[in-house]
Nanobody, 118 residues
């Protein structure tokens, strides 16, 4: 099993920045891809960014140029640096992992709230 714990959420004004962290523990050797999702009230969960063990990344169009996903393998932690935040970025942010390049996500964190005020 893998345990994922997110942190770093909070309240920020539009145009501000936050950095989310996702610390992994347990059977971390099996992790191949990690990702950040978000879910706003009334909306479906949306994939925001992913990163592979090889460092490959991908982003949803709405955050390209503003968000950066990175990982520190020594700390078993994935980060999401969020700059130029907008009110529409307000959501609960979740990290997830899977042991295959393409497929279902296996484990999820509990989520961290990000609120961007206008």
């Amino acid at each position: 099993q893998v345990q994922l714990v997110e942190s770093g959420g909070g309240l920020v004004q539009a145009g501000g920045s936050l950095r989310l962290s996702c610390a992994a523990s347990g059977s971390i050797f099996r992790i191949l891809v990690m990702g950040w999702y978000r879910q706003a009230p009334g909306n479906q969960r949306e994939l925001v960014a992913v990163i592979t063990t090889g460092g490959g990344t991908n982003y949803v169009d709405s955050v390209k140029g503003r968000f950066t996903i990175s990982r520190d393998n020594a700390k078993n932690t994935v980060y999401l640096q969020m700059n130029s935040l907008r009110p529409e970025d307000t959501a609960v942010y979740y990290c997830a992992e899977r042991g295959v390049l393409v497929g279902n996500w296996d484990y999820w964190g509990q989520g961290t709230q990000v609120t961007v005020s206008s």
